[in-house]
C-alpha cells in the first residue's frame, strides 16, 4: 500500500487540508492519505501551539467518514526537533510493509532546498505537490518541478489557512465554511484561540 502523508501541525485542521486530502486520494497509485499531526515544524519554533491532544481530536474530527484519509500520530511520539526526512525514515522501518510519500505545498516546494537532507526524501518517496497562493512551482523552482519523482498536481488555489481561522476565532468571529463543523464545534466548547 502506498500512504501519502500530509504533515502539519493542524491547528486548526480546516477544509483546505481534506481538499487536498481527496485530490491526492485520485493520484494512481496512492491508497491512503495520512494527516500527520507535528509536535512542531522547525521553521516555525516561535509560535505556540494548541496542545498535542486538541490537535488530534481535531484532525480526527475532520476526518471522519472520510474515506482513505486518516489521522497519524505517529510524529508525536518522535523525539523532537521533528525533520521530515527523520519522520518517514522511521515511518519506513515501523511499517516495510507500506511506501510512503510526501504532500506539500507549492510554497514549501520552493523552499524544500533549506530542509533537512532533501535528497534523501527524494531519494526514498515520491514527493506530490499542490498549489498554494503566490508559489506557482514551476516558475519558482523550475529545476525541481521536472525531476522525477515530484508530481505537480492541479486543482484550484485555495486562500484559507489555519492562521486566518485562529485569527478570526481570536476576534470573535464565525470560520463559517472554512471548517469541518465538528472542529468548529470542538473549537468553540474548548474556547481555543480566545486567548
Known amino acids: 500500500m502506498t500512504i501519502a502523508c500530509l504533515f502539519g501541525t493542524f491547528d486548526p485542521p480546516h477544509r483546505g487540508h481534506l481538499h487536498i486530502a481527496r485530490r491526492v486520494l485520485a493520484v494512481p497509485g496512492i491508497d491512503r492519505v495520512w494527516l500527520v ?4 515544524n522547525p ?9 498535542d ?12 467518514g472520510q474515506e482513505g484519509v ?7 511520539a518522535l523525539p523532537p526537533p521533528n ?3 527523520d519522520s518517514l525514515a522511521h515511518f519506513r522501518a515501523r511499517w516495510p510493509e507500506h511506501r510512503f510519500a510526501l504532500v506539500i505545498g507549492s510554497d514549501n516546494l520552493a523552499g524544500f532546498h ?3 537532507d532533501p535528497e534523501g526524501i527524494l ?3 515520491r514527493v506530490l505537490v499542490y498549489p498554494r497562493p503566490g508559489a506557482d512551482p514551476h516558475h519558482a523552482v523550475p529545476d525541481l518541478a521536472g525531476r522525477p519523482g515530484i508530481t505537480l498536481l492541479e486543482g484550484p488555489v485555495m486562500d484559507v489557512s489555519s492562521t486566518r481561522i485562529r485569527a478570526l476565532v481570536r476576534a470573535g468571529g464565525d470560520p463559517g465554511d472554512l471548517l469541518p463543523p465538528a472542529v468548529a464545534e470542538y473549537i468553540g466548547r474548548n474556547g481555543l484561540y480566545r486567548d
Do not use: I
Request: charged share 25%; net charge positive; aromatic share 8%.
Open 43 to 51: 521553521f516555525k519554533l516561535g509560535r505556540t501551539l494548541s496542545p
Open 123 to 125: 531519494a526514498h518517496h
Open 83 to 85: 525533520y521530515t526526512v
Open 114 to 116: 533549506r530542509w533537512k
Open 53 to 64: 491532544g486538541d490537535r488530534m481530536a481535531m484532525v480526527r474530527l475532520a476526518v471522519a
Open 70 to 76: 486518516e489521522a497519524s500520530d505517529a510524529e508525536l
Open 37 to 40: 499531526v507535528t509536535p512542531r
